[in-house]
């Protein structure tokens, strides 16, 4: 996790300057991460990543990983 979270450090996705599939192809294991104990909160970029997916048009939520409230 921590080289992902340094990956991110200056960057908003996997690699270009939009998603791609790596990025969606990444994302729910990174996102249940703690299903398997490991904790992201010493991981800031990674959870920013994780919001902005969730904020993409079209994003439906599974078990463990909800859509972000609608104001």
């Excluded at 979270?5 to 270009?16: A, M, Q, S, T, V």
């Excluded at 990174?30 to 490991?38: F, N, S």
């Excluded at 919001?51 to 990983?65: A, C, S, T, V």
Aim: charged share 20%; aromatic share 8%.
């Amino acid at each position: 996790m921590t080289q992902l979270n340094n990956h991110l450090l200056d960057r908003e996705w996997l690699e270009l300057g939009h998603p791609t599939i790596a990025d969606i192809a990444v994302f729910p294991y990174v996102a249940l991460a703690a299903d398997g104990k490991i904790s992201l909160t010493p991981y800031p970029h990674i959870q920013t990543r994780i919001e902005r997916i969730k904020h993409l048009p079209g994003f439906i939520g599974m078990i463990g990983i909800e859509e972000p409230a609608t104001v």
